[in-house]
C-alpha cells in the first residue's frame, strides 16, 4: 500500500509559513484596495499591489521561520555535543 503526498504535505515548514503569509499579504492587498475610495480598481493596481506584497510577506515570514528552524537544529547539535562531551554523572543518594 502506498500513499501518495499532497503537494501541500511534501513542502518543509518554512515553506509552508512563506506561503501562508503571501497569501495573507495578497488578501489585506485587495482588501485594502477595495477599501480606499482614492485608490482605482484597475487590472493593474490589483496585480502589482498583489504581486509586492504578498512576495515581500512570503519572503520576509519564510526568511524567519528559516532562521528559527536553523536556529533550533543547532542548539540541538550544541547541546548533543554537550550531553557526549560530560562524562556520566554518579547518583548521591546518601
Known amino acids: ?6 503537494l501541500w504535505q511534501k513542502l518543509d515548514g518554512p515553506l ?5 503569509f503571501a497569501i ?6 485587495v482588501m485594502g484596495i477595495f477599501r480606499d475610495p482614492t485608490t482605482p480598481i484597475t487590472a493593474w493596481s490589483l496585480s502589482v499591489g498583489s504581486l509586492i506584497s504578498g512576495s515581500v510577506w512570503g ?10 528552524v536553523e536556529v ?3 542548539v540541538q547539535a550544541a ?4 550531553a557526549a562531551a560530560l562524562p556520566p ?5 546518601n
Open 24 to 29: 495573507l499579504g495578497i488578501v489585506l492587498t
Open 72 to 74: 533550533e537544529a543547532d
Open 79 to 82: 547541546q548533543a555535543e554537550q
Open 1 to 6: 500500500m502506498t500513499t501518495s503526498k499532497t
Open 16 to 20: 509552508k509559513v512563506g506561503l501562508a
Open 59 to 68: 519572503v520576509v515570514s519564510w526568511a524567519i521561520a528559516t532562521a528559527a
Open 89 to 93: 554523572q554518579e547518583d548521591d543518594a
